[in-house]
C-alpha cells in the first residue's frame, strides 16, 4: 500500500507547478487551465486525507469542489469570450483598466 | 507493485502539468490537462474512491475540457504569447514563487502529517451517498441552485447585445 504522504507529496508538486503556470502564462484560458489543475492538487489531497482516516468526508467535499469547479469554469469562459468580444485581443497584459 | 504503479501515475501527471504550462500552444495545454486529469482519475482509483474517478472522467476530463476546447477553438488563440514578453522579469518570480510554495508545502506536511499512517482504509461508494444524502444534504441541494444560477448567468453573459 503506497503511504498517503506520497499523494500529498504529488499534491504539492502540482499545486506549485498550477500557481507557477498561473503566474508565468499570459493567456487567460491557460491561466484558467492552471487553476484546473491547482485545484485538482487539492482535491488530491483531500482524497488521501479521506482515506487515511477511513472516512468518505473527503470525498463527499472533493464532490462539491467538482460541482463549484463546474460552475465557474463556464461562468469564466464566458467572461473571457465577452472580453474577447469587447477588445478582440486576448493578453492578460490588456486588461489593466481597474490597476493603479 | 502498488509503488511501481504509484511511480509511474506520478510521473505521467507530472508531466502532462508540464506540458501545460511550458507548451505555448493553448490547445496543446488542453490536451496535456486531459492526460492529467485522467491520472488523477486512476489515483482516485488507489485511493478506493471509484465514484469520484467516475466522476473525474465525466465531469472534468468531458465536459470541462470540452468547454475549454470549444472556448479556444472560438477565440484562436496562439498568438498572444509568440512575441518577446514585455514583463519578463516580473514573470520570472514565478520560479522563486514555486520553489518557496513547494518547500512551504513540503514543510507543513512533513511536520502536521508525517509517515506514520492512521485507521486508514478505504470508504466505498456507498459510504460517501450516505453521506451526501444526509450529513452534507443542505450543502448537496444548494450545489443544484449554484449550477441554475451559473447557467442562466452564462446564458445572459454570452447573449449578444442588440
Redesign the interface.
Known sequence: MVPESYYLALSAMLFAIGVVGVIVRRNPLVIFMSIELALNAANLALVAFGHRHGTADGQALVFFVMAVAAAEVAVGLAIIVVIFRARHRLSVDDLNLMRW | M??AA?GLI?LV??GS??G??LKRN?IH??LF?VV??GG?AA??L????E??AA??VI??AG??MV??VF??M??I?GK??TGP???RGY?L???P???A??AE??LI?ARR???A????????VE??G???FT??LL??EL?SV??L???V??ML??RRRT
Open positions: 502498488g509503488t504509484f506520478a501527471i507530472l502539468a508540464l501545460l504550462v493553448p495545454g488542453a490537462l492529467n486529469l488523477i489515483l482516485y488507489t485511493l478506493g474512491a465514484f469520484l466522476a473525474q465531469v472534468y465536459a470541462i468547454l475549454f472556448a479556444i472560438i477565440l488563440p498572444e504569447e514578453d514585455p514583463r514573470r518570480v514565478a520560479i514563487v514555486g520553489v510554495l513547494l508545502l513540503g506536511a502529517v508525517g509517515t499512517s492512521g485507521p486508514g482504509g478505504p470508504a466505498g459510504a460517501m450516505r453521506l451526501l450529513d452534507y450543502p448537496f450545489t449554484l449550477l444560477a451559473a447557467m448567468g452564462v453573459l454570452s
